[in-house]
């Protein structure tokens, strides 16, 4: 082994003094582990994420057990059976991504490219699932962040402000709108739409009066809890908190166009940290998507197994962190 | 003697002319070679660098004269307030101090300079396992670069909450703030790409015979170190995205309920301060010791180099590596003594506080043996590498005033602290660097630099840095609060003016003797004597390729008989027996094989 | 040259020592101490300044010794071919932590008479924390002052507004003083103190007292201590809170009960008689 380094050096020496182009030797290496350098550093990489979410979910713990309320799913319309078949989807495209892999190692190019392909439908599914779950918060005034959305933390004086200000806005829009029918000739068409304005009106100068109301009566003492009753009592006809999962109510699910401020104790942590939780892992899973995208324009035969080998245990991944959500999030 | 070890000096003229095959864009700027990146890494954190001493000596002057004109500095830096620091600007200044030497200076030069250069020209490897997440790694930093740069110039100014950025006062901030979060968020990502591939290049890519107990200490800290990057740093990463959130969307996870302050984004509340403090802790507490790790490393060849001995204790000394890691992640809550967190909490991280101070004895007391009985060089590498040791057990030592919790009340947040971590990062980590430049400057441009110009530049530098950072101690001892503008109206520390300005003095001295580096460094690019392969006599792989090394690093297969630190062996006539040396008849053992 | 580089590194445990040796002299050390559990924190800072100053020297006289006594030049005897030692690295691993054992649990009783016990549970009690015991006063910190309020004992109440006043204290929501920065207490009693923000972190720091604590929006933190002498001292904000932190100054003055009583009946005739001064310092 010696002898051998000593002639490819001396050898080396010589084309350097011929002025040709140096060739480096070919190194030889003594690998650690019986992995490809694409195999382990992928384990790396997953090994980053991994401490990636274990930042967000420990927050999510932190805040949630940290909160003096925290809504139950129902009240926030989370939707386990939802939640639950979106579980399923991935799992089972894990399944798909592992016989792809079976299939490439076996050579079989087309079934591999079938099994990726379904892979990446399922993911798809569980994104397109995830955005219809997404959409339900929004039309129910559950965003992340403030300035839309609509989540009070409990019916306080500052709650009944945020409703007063919203009827103010509603008043004066209804206004605009009247000014702007009435300014044109009287038609058969106006009339019901006038009809529509007055109806509205009036839903918005009864509520008004209701919220006055509650908030004069609570105004008289902040401190006092009792006279807040008057304030949940508003909240109620606004909005009540659902019961159990597909009841609802209340003035703004009657009037969609109210657009109310709504009361959810804890609501706005719990939308943070959802929205932040779920959101982080459909980012990821965009990702997976991505690739697998791409792959579909590869011959996936054996040389390509280890691609597909690493790409799997990506999405094994994505897979694993969704299965530790959905029972923080959805059932606890 | 083998031929390999010989070295002929006669072909490494051609080698540094040598390989470089490609455009210029290529070969310089898009590198895809470990070693262009280490030296692309090493220009841009030397630049910082300067840049964040510059901010150093604002915040010095400001401290020993405050609201005094500042002279040239203050004329290019804030001619809007006439030369004058407003104290608005001090809170910058100390910011972007911290944020740029720590993640521009200290954590690119180690992991990114050195261990690029290092990992596998030291472990005989023709490039990283990576090459092209490589070169990534080193794009990362210019966004980065960017947006921290730019932040000086947008409104309401650069970040301003410390380099911890607390919320909820990080909120309150304007843009500067949030440049500062995406900056530190490509810097974190460059981490990441750099550390993945470390390990990976560490675990599969070592030359036949190197087995881990081969490994030079510097690439066990390096591995050690991309481990703990590897683990703490996407924790920060998660907790930069909720600050940001926090920010700009208006979440609340650092936002209690009912809260309100100028500036404040419209949140929703109900999250938790020190939720903040917890995870940025996690990463940075761990970071110190990224920021210490590879210094030790490059420290403890420096040292085996050039007192001609083994390293005193090999495994005690990777050992200890490993146990400051390990460690490393559970004592984050002592710099949380005071913040409102649970006491009980504060005890238990307080004994495991305590218990870190472990590994770093057994550190520290394994280069004393490693110095003693040896025959020392004086070169300047040295005297860096020793100075490393000296002022690493004052910046330890006054570590463990702060892990007793009873008098971290007194002394938290006071400069008692400040002094601790110059000692460890500026007077142990930059020395440790400085000591690393000279000493691995020969392989980096085949030339030598000027060994008394570099000894000048460490005396001044030594006995100034002592000046200016041993001294705060003594203000911590009064309870000099740190983060303070102003800090003489306060009857209790009115009398320490004289001592700051002292240190101001001393800490523009010391920037001063920088330039004689500069000068050093730049023209012995140039004109600097030629090094052979081996100027040092070293036994490490590095140095059996030739000054500097040409693409692929080795122009013979690099084989592994032994560890590197068989100086003075009995076995050779030479005092040095390089790694690569076949052993003399029925001498060593042969190069075990390839263990799987 | 190793000769003056070995003394150049002695330079650092010389002037190390003479600096810690001299600072005292110069006035440049610890504040006058104010406290009951000062010395306590004072002893451990001595206890810990000894022993690592003993290891500091140890070690950095070792450095020189080596330096000066091995160095290569003129000398070329060959070095001490080692590759370590079991027995030493034993020796240097059960010395050091059976020493920072020892501090670790030395310290933990003047932690938690600091931080943990129940002031209402004497001296030894280390449960819980003070929240159900009245506090003397309630600190709230804000960019960049610090606001007291004082609950006002009813006799105090009475004397100051006099017998014949108007007011009744039932109805009346302005029942205690507000003050900004100045910081009375009573000497020789404990005092707790419930610690808050109106904003960001602030910290409440009294170098003197040697008492120490972050005031977290959303917390409300209690804090206690004794003074045992009178006269007046820095309250320092030890939190960056902003443009404004360095100038977060306030005043702790501590004086003997009566004279506190005084202050108290003296500072809250004065909020009454201006009615205005009372509310806007509590409509915050
Ligand atoms: C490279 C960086 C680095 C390193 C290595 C360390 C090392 C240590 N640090 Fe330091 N630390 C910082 C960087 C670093 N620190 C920074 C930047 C901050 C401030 C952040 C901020 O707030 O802005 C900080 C703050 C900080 C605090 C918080 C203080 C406060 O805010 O109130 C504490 C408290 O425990 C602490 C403790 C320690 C300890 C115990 C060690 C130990 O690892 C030291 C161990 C070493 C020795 C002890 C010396 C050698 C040993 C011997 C010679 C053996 C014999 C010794 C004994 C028997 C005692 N550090
Ligand atoms: C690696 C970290 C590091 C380094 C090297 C330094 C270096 C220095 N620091 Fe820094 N400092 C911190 C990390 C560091 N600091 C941190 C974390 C804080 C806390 C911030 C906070 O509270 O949030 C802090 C805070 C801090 C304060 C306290 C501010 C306050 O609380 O009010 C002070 C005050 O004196 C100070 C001073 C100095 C000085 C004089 C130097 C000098 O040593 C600087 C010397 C600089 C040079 C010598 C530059 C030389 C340049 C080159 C060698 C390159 C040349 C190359 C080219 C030109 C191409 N620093
Ligand atoms: Cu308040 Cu600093
Ligand atoms: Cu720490």
Not at chain 2, 48 to 70: C, K
Not at chain 2, 261 to 282: D, E, I, M, R, T
Request: net charge negative; charged share 15%.
């Amino acid at each position: 082994m010696a002898e051998a380094t000593f002639h490819a050096g001396a050898h080396g020496a010589a084309v350097h003094a011929g002025g040709e182009h140096a060739q480096h030797a070919p190194l030889e290496y003594h690998p650690g582990l019986p992995l490809s350098n694409g195999k382990l550093i992928i384990w790396l990489f997953l090994s980053t994420e991994i401490m990636f979410f274990a930042g967000l979910i420990g927050t999510y713990i932190v805040l949630r057990f940290g909160a003096p309320t925290w809504p139950l799913p129902r009240e926030v319309h989370l939707s386990e059976p939802i939640g639950a078949f979106n579980t399923f989807v991935l799992i089972c495209s894990s399944v798909t991504v592992v016989l792809g892999l079976e299939a490439a190692r076996a050579n079989k190019p087309a079934a591999a490219k079938l099994w990726l392909l379904l892979t990446f439908i399922l993911g798809s599914v569980f994104l397109g699932v995830k955005l219809y779950e997404y959409n339900a918060k929004f039309s129910h005034g559950i965003y992340p962040w403030r300035p839309h959305s609509l989540v009070y933390e409990k019916a306080d004086l500052n709650y009944a402000a945020a409703v007063r200000l919203r009827l103010d806005a509603l008043d004066a829009q209804l206004k605009g709108e009247e000014t702007a029918l009435k300014g044109e000739e009287g038609s058969a068409a106006d009339d019901v739409a006038l009809a529509n304005l007055a109806e509205k009106q009036k839903v918005v100068a009864d509520l008004k009066v209701q919220e006055l109301a509650a908030e004069t009566k609570a105004a008289q003492d902040p401190d006092i809890t009792v006279r807040h009753a008057e304030l949940e009592k508003l909240a109620d006809s606004i909005m009540p908190l659902p019961l159990h999962h597909g009841e609802e109510g209340g003035l703004n699910h009657e009037h969609r166009w109210l657009k109310l401020p709504i009361r959810i104790p804890g609501g706005n942590m719990w939308a943070s940290t959802y929205f932040l939780l779920t959101g982080f892992h459909a980012i990821h899973v965009l990702v997976g998507l991505i690739v697998f995208f791409m792959m579909l324009f590869v011959t996936l035969d054996v040389t390509r197994a280890g691609m597909v080998e690493n790409i799997g245990l990506y999405w094994h991944f994505v897979d694993l962190v969704w299965i530790f959500l959905f029972p923080l999030l959805y059932l606890f | 003697m083998s031929s390999i070890t010989v070295g002929s000096h006669a072909h490494d003229d051609a080698h540094a002319a040598h390989g470089h095959a490609g455009s210029f864009l290529s070969t310089y700027v898009f590198s895809k070679d470990h070693k262009v990146i280490g030296i692309q890494f090493l220009f841009s954190t030397l630049i910082w660098f300067f840049i964040g001493g510059l901010l150093a000596l604002g915040i010095r002057w400001q401290v020993a004269w405050p609201w005094a004109d500042m002279p040239v500095i203050g004329k290019m830096l804030f001619s809007g307030e006439g030369g004058q620091i407003s104290p608005e600007f001090y809170t910058v200044l100390f910011t972007m101090h911290a944020t740029v030497m720590i993640f521009f200076v200290i954590i690119p030069i180690l992991a990114g300079a050195f261990g690029n250069f290092l990992i596998p020209l030291m472990i005989g490897a023709e490039d990283m396992a990576f090459p092209t997440l490589n070169m990534l790694s080193y794009w990362f930093m210019w966004p980065a670069f960017i947006a921290m740069t730019a932040s000086f110039f947008v409104e309401g100014g650069a970040a301003k909450a410390g380099w911890t950025s607390y919320p909820p006062l990080s909120l309150t901030d304007l843009n500067g703030q949030t440049l500062w979060l995406i900056g530190l968020t490509f810097v974190g990502v460059s981490s990441m790409m750099g550390s993945v591939n470390y390990l990976t290049t560490i675990i599969q890519m070592r030359a036949p015979g190197m087995t881990m107990f081969r490994l030079p200490m510097t690439i066990w800290a390096m591995f050690i170190t991309a481990i703990l990057q590897a683990f703490a740093l996407p924790v920060l990463t998660a907790a930069g995205f909720m600050q940001l959130m926090d920010r700009t969307l208006g979440t609340g996870f650092f936002i209690p309920d009912g809260w309100a302050a100028n500036n404040a984004p419209l949140a929703s509340g109900g999250g938790q301060p020190l939720l903040w403090q917890h995870l940025f802790w996690f990463y940075s507490h761990p970071a110190v010791y990224i920021m210490i790790l590879p210094a030790m490393g490059m420290v403890s060849d420096i040292i085996a180099c050039f007192s001609r001995k083994p390293l005193f204790g090999y495994k005690p000394m990777v050992y200890s590596i490993a146990g400051i890691a390990g460690l490393g992640f559970i004592v984050w809550g002592h710099h949380m003594f005071m913040s409102g967190m649970n006491p009980a909490l504060g005890m238990t991280f307080m004994v495991s506080t305590m218990m870190i101070a472990l590994p770093s004895a057994i550190k520290t007391f394994n280069w004393l043996g490693t110095v003693w009985g040896g025959n020392i060089r004086f070169t300047t590498p040295m005297l860096f590498a020793l100075s490393f040791v000296s002022m690493f057990i004052i910046g330890g030592l006054s570590g463990i005033f702060m892990a007793a919790t009873p008098v971290d009340i007194f002394i938290h947040d006071t400069y008692f602290i400040v002094a601790h971590f110059h000692y460890v990062l500026f007077a142990g980590t930059a020395m440790g660097v400085f000591g690393a430049i000279y000493f691995w400057f020969p392989k980096m441009f085949g030339r030598m630099m000027n060994d008394s110009w570099g000894k000048v530049h460490f005396l001044l530098t030594f006995l100034l840095l002592n000046g200016t950072f041993f001294t705060m101690h003594i203000l911590g001892v009064v309870g000099f609060p740190r983060r303070l503008a102003d800090p003489y109206h306060y009857q209790t520390f009115h009398h320490l003016q004289p001592l700051n300005a002292f240190m101001t003095i001393c800490a523009i001295g010391m920037v001063g003797a920088q330039f004689i580096f500069v000068a050093n460094f730049i023209f012995s690019i140039f004109m600097g004597p030629r090094a052979g392969r081996n100027p040092w006599h070293c036994n490490g792989l590095e140095w059996q390729a030739p000054s500097p090394p040409g693409h692929g690093n080795f122009d013979v297969q690099p084989v592994v008989y032994r560890g590197p630190y068989e100086y003075g062996s009995p076995e050779v006539t030479t005092d040095y027996y390089p790694q690569t040396q076949p052993p003399a008849e029925g001498g060593d053992k042969p190069p075990t094989p390839p263990a799987h | 040259m190793g000769r003056f580089w070995s003394l150049v590194f002695l330079l650092v445990p010389v002037l190390g020592v003479a600096c810690f040796a001299f600072a005292p002299m110069y006035k440049i050390w610890l504040p006058k101490d104010i406290s009951q559990h000062g010395p306590v924190i004072d002893h451990l800072f001595y206890f810990i300044l000894w022993l690592t100053g003993v290891v500091f020297v140890i070690t950095e006289v070792a450095l020189f010794w080596f330096m000066w006594r091995y160095d290569s030049h003129g000398r070329s005897n060959p070095v001490k071919f080692t590759h370590g030692s079991h027995t030493l690295e034993i020796v240097w691993t059960i010395v050091p932590a059976a020493v920072l054992l020892f501090i670790a649990i030395y310290q933990m009783n003047a932690w938690a008479e600091s931080k943990m016990r129940n002031p209402a549970a004497g001296p030894d009690g280390i449960l819980g924390t003070a929240d159900d015991i009245p506090a003397l006063l309630e600190v709230t910190a804000r960019q960049f002052e610090w606001r007291l309020r004082y609950p006002v004992p009813e006799e105090i109440r009475k004397q100051a507004l006099g017998k014949d006043s108007q007011w009744d204290s039932t109805k009346d929501p302005i029942k205690d003083l507000f003050v900004v920065n100045e910081l009375h207490l009573p000497v020789n009693e404990e005092i707790i103190l419930d610690l808050k923000s109106a904003d960001v972190l602030h910290s409440f720091f009294l170098p003197n007292a040697r008492v120490k604590q972050d005031a977290v929006p959303g917390m409300k933190i209690p804090v206690w201590f004794r003074a045992t002498d009178t006269g007046s001292y820095d309250l320092v904000c030890a939190e960056l809170c902003g443009w404004g932190h360095y100038k977060m100054k306030g005043r702790l003055t501590v004086e003997s009960r009566e004279d506190f009583n005084k202050w108290l009946e003296e500072r809250f005739r004065e909020q009454m008689a201006t009615q205005d001064t009372a509310s806007t310092a509590k409509g915050e």
